[in-house]
C-alpha cells in the first residue's frame, strides 16, 4: 500500500535515517514530508494529508507529545496512526506517549528491523 | 534500550559508571552506524576538533561529550546516512550531536530510576580544539575512550552532585 509520511524529528540525519528505514521495511513511500519540531509539523498538516506519522519526543518549540496531543483535531491528522520514535526510554515515557494518542515506541537506538516490527503492524491496524 | 547491567545500575555510586557509558556508546555505535568500536592500544591523542554536548539536568545534572577528528565526525556521518565519505556536508554538526544525543539517552536508560528523572538539553557542538570547558562539578570527569575505525573518540561525563 502507497503511504505518506510525515517524520518530526530535529535532527535531520535522523529524519534521513527513519525515511531509510522505512524504505528497508519494505514501506513503499510515495511522499515523505519532514518536520523539524511539532509546530512544523502542524504547518505540515494544514496543507497534506499522511498516512503514518514517526516522531521523536524531545524537540525544540513544541515537543513531540504536545503535537500528537493536538492531532484528532486536525483533519488531515485524525485517525492517523502515531509511532515514537525517542531517546526517551522509560516506561513512564511510553505510557505517556500511548495515553497522548501514540501507537507504537521505538527507542533510539534502533536498527531498520525494529522499525520494521514496530511500523508494519501499527499500518496493518494490529497495535 | 536495556541491558543486563541496568539492574545492577542502581546500586553503584556514579564513580563506577564507566562500563555502562562504554556500553551505551558501543551499542549506539552497533545500531546505528554497524560499527564495532575498539580499545586503543596506545595512548596516542590526536587533535580532537569537533565536540558534541547533551546536558543532563534532574536526578542527574551534569554534562556528557563525545569529542573525536573532523574525519571520523565525517566518517560518521557518512555511515549514519549511507552515503560516501565524499558526499558527506554539513550535516556532519547535526550527526555527531545526534550520536551524543543517543549515548547520553541510552546510558541514563541503563540507571534504574533516572530514566524518567532525568532531561536532555539539545545537543551543542563545538568546532575547534582551542577551548577550555568548565563545568561547575566537584568530581573528576568519567572518561571512555574508544576507537571507531580506528579514531579515537573520547566520551566524557562531568556529574554535577
Known sequence: MPIRALIVDDSSVMRKIVERSL????????????????????VVLKESAVDLI????????????????????????????????????????????????????IRKPFTPEQVKEHVIPVLAGKS | MKSAS???????????????????????????????????????EPTLDVTAMVGLAGKLCGVLSVRCEGKAAALMTSKMLGVALDQVGPEVA??????CNMVAGNFKNK????????????????TGSDYTLRSQTD???????????????????????
Open chain 2, 94 to 99: 547535526d550527526a555527531l550531536g545526534e550520536v
Open chain 2, 6 to 44: 541496568e539492574l545492577l545500575a542502581a546500586k553503584v555510586s556514579h564513580e563506577n559508571w564507566t562500563p555502562l557509558i562504554e556500553v551505551a556508546v558501543r551499542e549506539v555505535f552497533d545500531l546505528m552506524l554497524g560499527c564495532e568500536l575498539t580499545v586503543p592500544s596506545t595512548a596516542e
Open chain 1, 23 to 42: 524504505r528497508q521495511a519494505g514501506i513503499d513511500l510515495t511522499e515523505v514530508f519532514q518536520a523539524g519540531n511539532g509546530a512544523e509539523a502542524l
Open chain 2, 139 to 161: 568530581s573528576p570527569a568519567l572518561e571512555v575512550r574508544l576507537l571507531f575505525e580506528g579514531l579515537l573518540i573520547v566520551i566524557s561525563l562531568q556529574v554535577h552532585s
Open chain 2, 111 to 126: 540507571i534504574a530510576g533516572l530514566s524518567e528523572g532525568c532531561m536532555l538539553s539539545p545537543p551543542t557542538v563545538i
Open chain 1, 54 to 105: 514517526l516522531c521523536d519526543i524531545n524537540m525544540p518549540v513544541m515537543d513531540g507529545l504536545e503535537f500528537i496531543k493536538l492531532l484528532p483535531g486536525i483533519e488531515n491528522a485524525k485517525n492517523v496512526p502515531v509511532v515514537m520514535i525517542t531517546t526517551e526510554g522509560s516506561e513512564a515515557h511510553v505510557v505517556q506517549a500511548l495515553s497522548c494518542g501514540a501507537r507504537g515506541y
